[in-house]
């Protein structure tokens, strides 16, 4: 059924339901069985596998803007959404972004440009991805947490509500200088606290643990239970 | 004035304003006097109120998505939403939600399925709310702030921005099993500072008060202060 | 380009490019050069300068409302939006609000009413300003910091992601009471760290830096560099 939308593109696959008042630009390539809900837009460029679903408000294909940013934002008028993937109400999907299949993106949630994010995660509501990280597969992001540009975290990984983390160390007092700016790495299977801060540059190794509310401000070694402000090793499992 | 909207429900009140590009499905019972603004989504089996006010981008009924989820969502079709409140812009109501008299949405405060939120209270804006949630009346619920799945909270209890809590002692590393499953429990006239941390489980019993930036790890006796990380008793009121 | 817009004014200026869907209400003022994305609403009163750019499911002219809320909201139906700002996806801007030339209003921010926002500023993704708060020129404040009510924020400052701030000591418990409401005074310079927590009334002056994860509860000098829960000063610089 197509009713009242603005669709743009002829290459559209079996079963789509495209709903009112969606937007759909012209070069747009959707897959079979795929829903798309009123107040959507998606721009040119973006390509949707099968069975995936999107919830009305969602943008995918937001250009980065300029206006008053440190840095020129670089990236390609390309987004992939593998098959089977959800994308909540209001989420925001920045050009150059590549999500994999399974994957669920909770209401709001918002991905800037050169991000990579695997399949079988969930990135959920208001989780804000800066530009140029990449999420391995099978890692779950929880609520309202913010991941830094230029972070780099593995698979299995879980991070829970209201985490934080930086890429820069002078807390924006030297303006933006691409080569010093660093987010953190976290290994596969590494599990982080609700409220947790992690500071620019740091590695998290595998499966370690960061405790509810930390603040980390060195490399965190495998297996490790870190805990406080600044956190500390308190054990190993 | 019914203009441009899709409106699939005869079962409208009287003084009712449907703002243009609103889409409301059949099965849709409006009370008297409710403004409805544009770009706002309202599922089947979703029951409004007189005078509710729903701001635009809203989006009113959405099914729970198990992609990726470790846990089946389990829901009923079915939303009630009591007079005089007001849905924010851009916020979520998932189903099998009721929310009394008076309280007010802020502003994308997103409510997952089988939540019940009392009267006369504020979720403010990008509160997120998880599933199985009971809040009483006369509760506030500030910015940012994410309340866990299974989480009771009573009457008049204040929450301030920034908070997290949780449910899962395990961070997510053994899965999900229902039984092990807690949210905290937060007793009538409880206030909780900001950016505070709330872990699985706990009490925070009648009166008493969290500080802003704690951590709390256990239960919390009535009128008591408690402050820090992990928070601990500093006094009584 | 206007097409399946609703557009009730006729104060438009050169070469605006107002979208579908869009929803532009009489009285509004748009200068040369606007670009105007679908699922926009734009309440009358409303000023837009050259080269704005508006990003789909903005809403600008949301009215306060007053339902459970504490205090009678109080402004005037008037917003200023001046040349080569960006406001982004799913934006609000309440009523009585004037932001500076080429500021960048983030996906989801949210400005209540009675705020006044300089030039040249970043108000990143899911900010959330309360109301009569002032902000300087060439600030900037990052992803999902939650800005309190009668703040008052210099020039040159820069707020990490997942900050929070209040105006309020008795965290809610003794109602809203006018006089002794009084969100933070942040100084031209300041620096404030990820998920640090701003306590009512205090000032942080000019220069100071204060560290991740930080509770600050009382003034801090020029130029201190302050970190812990209480903040305390480890050095100047």
Redesign the interface.
């Known amino acids: 059924m197509i009713s009242?939308a603005?669709v743009q593109t002829e290459d559209i696959g079996d079963n789509v339901e495209i709903?009112?008042?969606a937007?759909i630009r012209e070069g747009v390539r959707i897959g079979n069985h795929v829903i798309i809900?009123?107040?959507v837009?998606i721009e040119s460029g973006v390509v949707i596998g099968d069975n995936v679903?999107i919830?009305?408000?969602s943008?995918i294909g937001?250009v980065p803007?300029g206006?008053?940013?440190a840095r020129k934002p670089d990236y390609h008028k390309h987004i992939e959404i593998q098959a089977?993937?959800?994308i909540?109400?209001?989420a925001?999907i920045y050009y150059d972004v590549q999500i994999g299949e399974?994957?669920?993106i909770g209401?709001?949630a918002?991905i800037r440009e050169r991000c990579r994010i695997g399949s079988?995660?969930?990135l959920s509501?208001?989780v804000?991805v800066?530009y140029a990280t990449t999420v391995g597969n099978g890692t779950?992001i929880?609520?309202?947490t913010?991941i830094?540009g230029k972070c780099s975290i593995g698979d299995n990984v879980?991070i829970?509500?209201?985490v934080?983390?930086?890429n820069d160390n002078a807390?924006?007092?030297l303006g933006y200088q691409e080569a010093r700016i660093k987010g953190p790495t976290i290994e596969d299977g590494v599990?982080?606290?609700?409220?947790a801060?992690l500071?620019p540059g740091i590695t998290i190794h595998e499966n370690a643990?960061v405790g509810?509310?930390s603040?980390v401000t060195k490399d965190v070694p495998t297996r490790a239970v870190v805990m406080?402000?600044p956190a500390t090793i308190k054990r190993y499992i």
């Open positions: 009242r603005v709903m009112e008042f937007v809900h009123p107040f837009v679903e919830f009305p408000g943008y937001k803007k206006a008053a940013l089977n993937c959800s909540g109400p209001n925001v399974n994957t669920l209401d709001g918002s079988n995660c969930i509501r208001y804000t800066n779950k929880m609520d309202s913010h830094t879980f829970s509500i209201c934080g983390s930086t807390i924006g007092k599990a982080v606290g609700a409220g801060m500071m643990i509810a509310g603040v406080g402000s």
